[in-house]
């Protein structure tokens, strides 16, 4: 099974942009249709933001339509979040994970905290 390692968070200031990356190792992206970023924020539970299928489609939360964008690298076996227009209610841990069977994912990494301060 995939293990996944998730890096990139940071502090930054409304407005500002980071980019989350997220490492396979074990098997390759390219072994799952769909890889997917989700996080959770204090008090709140998971939720989906962002997936990419098969590279060819994407999928957003309306939430972080337009200022969220994510993208494969099948070469380096990297899934990546490029987060624009941060605000602060995007504060959160966020994770990626992959769609093991009919849009059940797992394989959670250990996550990186993205805190945008206002």
């Known amino acids: 099974q995939v293990q996944l390692v998730e890096s990139g968070g940071g502090l930054v200031q409304a407005g500002g942009s980071l980019r989350l990356s997220c490492a396979a190792s074990?098997?390759?992206?390219?072994?799952?249709?769909?890889v997917g970023w989700f996080r959770q924020a204090p008090g709140k539970g998971r939720e989906f933001v962002a997936s990419?299928?098969?590279?060819?489609?994407?999928v957003y939360a309306d939430s972080v339509k337009g200022r969220f964008t994510i993208s494969r690298d099948n070469a380096k076996n990297r899934v990546y979040l490029q987060m624009n227009s941060l605000k602060p209610e995007d504060t959160a841990v966020y994770y990626c994970?992959?769609?093991?069977?009919?849009?059940?994912?797992?394989?959670w990494g250990q996550g990186t905290q993205v805190t945008v301060s206002s």
């Open positions: 994970a992959v769609d093991l069977s009919g849009g059940k994912f797992g394989s």
């Open positions: 990419s299928w098969s590279g060819l489609s994407t």
């Open positions: 074990g098997r390759t992206f390219s072994s799952y249709a769909v």
